[in-house]
T-cell receptor, first 112, second 117 residues
Framework: DAKTTQPNSMESNEEEPVHLPCNHSTISGTDYIHWYRQLPSQGPEYVIHGLTSNVNNRMASLAIAEDRKSSTLILHRATLRDAAVYYCILRPRGGGSEKLVFGKGTKLTVNP | DGGITQSPKYLFRKEGQNVTLSCEQNLNHDAMYWYRQDPGQGLRLIYYSQIVNDFQKGDIAEGYSVSREKKESFPLTVTSAQKNPTAFYLC????????????????FGDGTRLSIL
């Protein structure tokens, strides 16, 4: 499985934008990039995913590098409820992609 | 609101006892999944089901059993053969599994925390 590398932790202030990086230098051409987040004692929550183009939804934006070896999850205005562990996951197309493989993720702290 | 409901939130198991964790979804999703999460660790896939009356083993199926008699329900039984059952159990669903699953998000319940008495 292609691996992802994320910083262990990041800190932000409320109302400010947050850029969460993810490196995936061994990504294959058909791997989708997914982001999930998990609050303490809760199940993971889907945030966003993409293949090649940048993606936007009501929660966040996903910026994908042109060579696809890295991506950045952008929270436009952090709130206290965004404090969570954020996971960047690669999902290969085709068989064997059923499971989500979570790494260590980035623990985001949001200061009031 | 559509979503996934797991119950109970907390469960205690005695030695030699089987326990069943409930997972119900009203999202009309074909695929359902069971994961286990240990403290500070990532998720590990126990079982998944792509369609009613069909399910497949994941990476750590030993000591667990499942059934998929209805589209909306995918209960997990933790048997006495599972010697280290203490963990956080998460159920998820997605529109489809298989070749199209990489382009589909998985939606999770709030989990069941299982402990040994």
């Amino acid at each position: 499985d292609a691996k992802t590398t994320q910083p262990n932790s990041m800190e932000s202030n409320e109302e400010e934008p947050v850029h969460l990086p993810c490196n995936h230098s061994t990504i294959s051409g058909t791997d989708y990039i997914h982001w999930y987040r998990q609050l303490p004692s809760q199940g993971p929550e889907y945030v966003i995913h993409g293949l090649t183009s940048n993606v936007n939804n009501r929660m966040a934006s996903l910026a994908i590098a042109e060579d696809r070896k890295s991506s950045t999850l952008i929270l436009h205005r952090a709130t206290l409820r965004d404090a969570a562990v954020y996971y960047c996951i690669l999902r290969p197309r085709g068989g064997g992609s059923e499971k989500l493989v979570f790494g260590k993720g980035t623990k985001l702290t949001v200061n009031p | 609101d559509g979503g996934i409901t797991q119950s109970p939130k907390y469960l205690f198991r005695k030695e030699g006892q089987n326990v069943t964790l409930s997972c119900e979804q009203n999202l009309n999703h074909d695929a359902m999944y069971w994961y286990r999460q240990d403290p500070g660790q990532g998720l590990r896939l126990i079982y998944y089901s792509q369609i009613v009356n069909d399910f497949q083993k994941g990476d750590i199926a030993e000591g667990y059993s499942v059934s998929r008699e209805k589209k909306e329900s995918f209960p997990l039984t933790v048997t006495s053969a599972q010697k280290n059952p203490t963990a956080f159990y998460l159920c998820a669903s997605s529109i489809a599994a298989g070749a199209y699953s990489s382009n589909q998000p998985q939606h999770f319940g709030d989990g069941t925390r299982l402990s040994i008495l």
